[in-house]
């Protein structure tokens, strides 16, 4: 039986910060190369070599690899979300990933793609284990979050059914504009869930679960939701500070702009 089949959307609008461009004297960090390649071309290529993808759209002022489709950079994160969906049926999947993930394999690509397609949900997340991420990935600064099950740090994939994004269009906005402050998110997640955050922080991670976050989302997003726990840490990994950089170059990693 033929693998499932989904479309891809790799986001490669993120401009890298003035120090990175110092260091490197590239603009997009898609187009760092890691081992003599581009970030950008290392996603494409875990992406299609899983056999889960049927087509991949690159969007960002970047030419794409070779029988990608292109669409141009907003300038804004969210808008670049959603003209990637426009023409997209509702109910067909969009796999999501970002293009400064330059250790994505094709492994860990068809592995979080079939199991979220099984679990039927609407939305599905990779979280990681923080200790394995550690492990494999040694010293490469992560934000993980303490919970009841584990610390946990996301991945930078997302498999969700294109209406779910035409629906919440507004709430994403809102959310991507808040992602900064703390009253800003708590407008928006609600005081029952920041509590129980605040709490895990401060006291015990036992306050806030996977379910509890599950729950919430579920109820912004009017859609079934799914965390996808996995094993494979370079879903974890990006590329994005300078800081970044060194930590690969400091284990014997090729990195640069050519």
Known sequence: MDSPRVTAVVLAGGKSK????????????????IEGETMLARVVRALRDSHCVQEVTVVGDVTPPAGCHSLPDSGDFVENVLQATSLAPDESFILYATADTPFLTPEAVADFVRRSLRSGADMCYPIIP???????????????????????TGGNLLLVRAGVVHRQAELLRRAFAARKSVWGMAKILGPAIIGRVVLAKLLSPRWLSVLHIKRRVEQLMSASAQEIPTDYAEIGVDIDKLEHLQVLAEAGYRVGSR
């Open 18 to 33: 003035p120090d990175l461009i110092a260091a490197t004297g590239v603009s997009n960090r898609a187009l760092l190369q």
């Open 130 to 152: 923080l200790d394995l991420c550690e492990q494999r990935f040694p010293h490469m600064p992560r934000t993980a979050l303490r919970l009841r099950e584990g610390t946990f």
